[in-house]
């Protein structure tokens, strides 16, 4: 069965702290995985793509990495900000272009 | 700039009203999806299309339908509100040829059926 497993479900950081996000999947064949930011009542945004041959990819204080052979992927924040609060949604994509497997996300709190 | 719009952030009805959901994209997607997402649940897929007039079911379909006569627009229509579809409902696209694909989103509609 296609999966995807986020860990955790949420965490509380202070202010300029780093925090790692966890992102476990099972989705065969793969094509790539994206993470998204979603803000409080808003739609997701996409943060990084990570495709099968990428093992680690940058935006900004963002850091996406991916293990294609454990199925894993973490999202490092570096020196968060309180504009980093929001939820970080792990999405797979396989071969078949109609179907996107989402994982149900990480909460982040950022607190000053 | 990619968009997606749909049609209202927040929405009221009461139980047993039909409720239309609208949503454009100006990308030229052959891909249109509704999703629902709840806390602790994430985004479950309602139904996607992927060619006008085309629609195929997705994970959670009861108590919804769509519609989809023109490429750039897909509605979501519960046909007879009821309490637990109080949810957001998002929009997305997506270009079938596009690699490494992607999903757009809308900015989301807040649904409270009361």
């Known amino acids: 069965k296609n999966q995807v497993e986020q860990s955790p479900q949420s965490l509380i950081i202070l202010e300029g702290k780093n925090c790692t996000l966890q992102c476990n999947y099972t989705v065969s064949p793969f094509s790539n995985l994206r993470w998204y930011k979603q803000d409080t009542g808003r739609g997701p945004v996409s943060l990084t793509i990570m495709t099968f041959s990428e093992n680690t990819k940058s935006n900004g204080r963002y850091t996406a990495t991916l293990d294609a052979d454990t199925k894993q992927s973490s999202l490092h924040i570096t020196a968060s900000q309180l504009s980093d609060s929001a939820s970080y949604i792990c999405?797979?994509?396989?071969?078949?272009?109609?179907?996107?497997?989402f994982g149900s996300g990480t909460k982040l709190n950022v607190k000053p | 700039d990619v968009k997606v719009t749909q049609s209202s952030r927040y929405l009221v009805k009461r139980t047993g009203e039909k409720v239309f959901l609208e949503c454009v994209q100006d990308m030229d997607h052959e891909n249109m999806f509704w999703y629902r997402q709840d806390p602790g649940l994430g985004l479950r897929l309602i139904y996607f299309s992927y060619d006008v007039k085309m629609k195929e079911k997705g994970d959670i379909p009861e108590g919804y339908s769509v519609s989809r006569e023109k490429k750039e627009r897909f509605s979501l229509i519960l046909e007879s509100a009821s309490t637990n579809q109080t949810s957001m409902y998002l929009c997305?696209?997506?270009?079938?040829?596009?690699?490494?694909?992607?999903?757009?989103f809308g900015q989301g509609t807040r649904l409270t059926v009361v």
């Open positions: 999405v797979v994509s396989g071969y078949n272009f109609n179907k996107f497997y």
């Open positions: 997305a696209s997506s270009s079938f040829d596009a690699s490494p694909t992607e999903a757009f």
